[in-house]
């Protein structure tokens, strides 16, 4: 099975994805205050074309301008706790990452999934040559 580039959405989804775990690493590793802190968003243009109505275009841009707000908002946070010296802030931080942003992103994911076209079947993707081998059933 041979794999093609990642789409648009998931290169947009992934990149936020990234943060959401610098965020979550932050307590365990302060070497990664400096890459938190560079994390810019993703431009989603791409990403939002892919959306098949204006109902999903509009839902979509909706959460990634949540994702980028509260990107954004932590990584302030980041700069305040780093800059007043209280690096134990960085475990609430880190606690919001997973319990706000990384919902954002799943509701996203989500949002992309319904409103893509509906998946080949398994039989289409499977290339003529590559013979189908169906997986062992263990006993």
Avoid: C, Y
């Avoid at 997973?98 to 893509?116: F, G, L, N």
């Amino acid at each position: 099975m041979q794999f093609g580039p990642a789409l648009p959405e998931s290169n947009f989804l992934n990149h936020a994805e990234d943060l959401a775990l610098l965020l979550e690493t932050l307590p365990h590793r302060l070497d990664l205050v400096d890459s938190a802190l560079a994390w810019r968003p993703e431009h989603r243009r791409q990403a939002l074309a892919s959306a098949a109505g204006h109902r999903d275009r509009v839902r979509l841009d909706r959460l990634a301008s949540e994702i980028d707000r509260q990107a954004s908002s932590a990584q302030d946070a980041v700069r305040e706790a780093v800059r007043a010296g209280k690096l134990d802030l960085l475990w609430p931080i880190a606690a919001l990452a997973r319990s706000e942003i990384r919902p954002v992103i799943a509701k996203a994911r989500d949002a992309i999934a319904r409103s893509a076209p509906p998946e080949e079947t398994r039989t289409e993707r499977v290339a003529p040559d590559e013979p189908h081998v169906p997986l062992a059933r263990s006993a």
